[in-house]
């Protein structure tokens, strides 16, 4: 079964850094290009960044909100794509989705069940 | 930064009616790279539709959709209890900002 499950999700202050990891089965990670959305409460999605296949150069594209503060790196060996966030701010508290395109590029057919991210003091 | 917007914000119909929610963007899209996501309350979105119109593995094909250029549409016939969700269009056509709309909520009464 094709499977993603983000951990490490919790409460921080504002400021703070967390780091987010997304765990891969049943399929080809290597070849995957691997995304984070993420959903403020009671909003939409917004797309935050994502990570190509190491054979797509493995580059990283981040949303503007995120640049400069999130790092997307992946670590092919264990099947885990991580979302590095540091200097976090109250706007960034939402449920934080693992996400890929495992048939359509970039349309997502398979996610995770979501990780929430509470910024606070 | 191409922009999707959603209309109506929300949709209430009765079971067996049909539902038409509408995305437009700020410049063209290929149609090739527009899709069409399901939310339920406390659940991951579920893809729908992508390439505008290609419906996803074990879609039911109450669900269509289409459109190009700036204007696309998905349309659900014969609405039924378990379609009430929120519905949202992304875009992944422009890299590397890849967008999503600000959703539309379907009600069934």
Redesign the interface.
């Given at each position: 079964e094709m499977q993603l499950v983000e951990s490490g999700g919790g409460l921080v202050k504002p400021g703070g850094s967390l780091r987010l990891s997304c765990a891969a089965s049943g399929f080809t990670f290597n070849n995957a290009w691997m995304?984070w959305?993420r959903q403020a409460p009671g909003q939409?999605?917004?797309?935050v960044g994502?990570i190509k296949a190491k054979t797509d150069g493995g580059t990283t594209?981040?949303?503007?909100p995120v640049k400069g503060r999130f790092t997307i790196s992946r670590d092919d060996s264990k099947n885990t794509v991580y979302l590095q966030m540091n200097s976090l701010k109250t706007e960034d508290t939402a449920v934080y989705?693992c996400?890929t395109?495992l048939?359509?590029?970039?349309?997502?057919?398979l996610?995770?069940?979501?990780t929430m991210v509470t910024v606070s003091s | 930064?191409i922009v999707l917007t959603q209309s109506p914000g929300t949709l209430s119909l009765s079971p067996g009616e049909r539902a038409t929610l509408s995305c437009r963007a700020s410049q063209s899209v290929s149609s090739s790279?527009l899709?069409w996501?399901q939310?339920k309350p406390g659940q991951?979105?579920?893809?729908l539709i992508?390439?505008a119109s290609?419906r996803?593995?074990g879609i039911p094909d109450r669900f269509s959709g289409s459109g190009s250029g700036t204007d696309f549409t998905l349309t659900i016939t014969r609405l039924e209890p378990e379609d009430s969700a929120?519905y949202?269009c992304?875009q992944?056509h422009s890299?590397?900002?890849?967008?999503?709309?600000?959703?539309t909520k379907v009600e069934i009464k």
């Open positions: 995304n959305v939409g999605l917004e797309w994502r594209d981040y949303a503007a989705y996400t395109g048939f359509h590029y970039g349309a997502f057919d996610w995770g069940q979501g | 930064e790279y899709a996501y939310q991951a979105p579920r893809l992508y390439g290609s996803a593995t929120v949202y992304q992944y890299s590397p900002q890849w967008t999503f709309g600000q959703g």
